[in-house]
């Protein structure tokens, strides 16, 4: 089963780790089982931040599970297990009647963004299942948007033609998640009735660097998605530097940390209480990736040596200790 995971032409010798990995998933397997059937998930909701008037507009929700002995699970740990063991649709569909029961406490104006797997989406019972969500928390269908990824459009045309047409009846939004990242062809952007673009974290990561060439990317989709009378949400937006960026660029909404990490449905609610006006508050400028290390080093100084500890290190410099009543603008070499 490894090599057939691993893809065509390859194959394993057996080893302990195998078996281990494998106990290991499935005792996740049945974890998560227990979690969903005796309240083990959670959502957690992030907001979603109008880029000109700088309110809140809405709330992605997002998938957590607190495990009992692991503690809180990364999605991309559990995710993949759900939607190999099929337990992506009960959960899914638990997430959905959990995000419209949370919005039913929250003002009219607000929305709530769902993912909807293309597992899911391939359901042709999907559409009972949210408009049953919608109606026993009596919200209005306009405040329930659907975030899709691209891959439902590997599927069979015609299913995900009707499909979407059968969700815009029902009145919900459709947002376009991680546009650009996978299988990108702008063909079925003719069809499909989306509200909204998302562009992904991975291209406002380092759009402000010097020579990055993201910040042409951003741009080119907002003037694809307002020539097709679309929003664009720019996720994952950290620093002021970002910030300014994207809206200089016209993306319609930010989502990230610069404004709010994901929130518990109290914590939420009583953000909501105190107005939806948001602040951004962040470093100006991302800092290189640093590496954490403890190591004794030597420093050389004009044909002196010195002893320090150097902390961590990153593209654009390094933490040293041992040293004192140094000049800035100090040359040194260091001796690992």
């Avoid at 691993?6 to 998933?25: I, K, M, V």
């Avoid at 599970?65 to 899914?92: Q, V």
Wanted: charged letters at 20%; aromatic letters at 8%.
């Amino acid at each position: 089963y490894a090599a057939k995971d691993g893809g065509r032409g390859r194959h394993y010798f057996y080893a302990a780790d195998l078996h281990s990995d494998a106990e290991e998933r499935r005792q996740l397997e049945q974890d998560l089982r227990d979690a969903l059937t005796q309240g083990g998930l959670e959502l957690h909701y992030q907001p979603v931040i109008h880029t000109v008037t700088e309110r809140i507009t809405g709330f992605e929700a997002l998938l957590r599970w607190n495990h009992p002995t692991r503690g809180m699970l990364s999605p991309n740990k559990f995710i993949p297990i759900a939607e190999d063991s099929g337990l992506i649709a009960p959960i899914g569909e638990w997430a959905l009647r959990t995000a419209c029961s949370d919005l039913a406490h929250w003002p009219e104006s607000v929305r709530v963004a769902v993912n909807v797997s293309p597992l899911q989406f391939a359901n042709p019972a999907l559409p009972a299942i949210i408009t049953n969500a919608l109606a026993a928390a009596q919200i209005n269908p306009g405040r329930l948007e659907l975030e899709i990824t691209e891959s439902v459009f590997l599927t069979d045309d015609e299913g995900s033609d009707a499909m979407f047409t059968a969700l815009k009846r029902v009145g919900v939004r459709l947002s376009l998640d991680d546009f650009g990242t996978g299988y990108s062809a702008l063909g079925y952007l003719k069809k499909a009735p989306f509200d909204k673009i998302k562009i992904d974290q991975s291209f406002v990561r380092g759009a402000t660097i010097a020579g990055s060439k993201n910040g042409a990317i951003i741009a080119s989709i907002v003037s694809l998605a307002e020539a097709l009378g679309m929003e664009t949400t720019a996720e994952g937006v950290e620093t002021l530097d970002e910030l300014d960026l994207v809206r200089m660029l016209g993306c319609s909404h930010v989502q990230g940390f610069i404004y709010e990490k994901p929130l518990t449905f109290a914590d939420a609610s009583r953000r909501l209480e105190t107005g939806l006006t948001a602040i951004a508050m962040g470093p100006r400028a991302a800092r290189a990736v640093r590496h954490t290390m403890l190591r004794k080093v030597v420093l050389e100084n004009g044909g002196q040596h010195y002893h320090g500890t150097i902390r961590n290190v990153s593209a654009t410099g390094a933490m040293i200790e041992g040293l004192w009543n140094v000049p800035p603008g100090t040359i040194f070499t260091i001796l690992l």
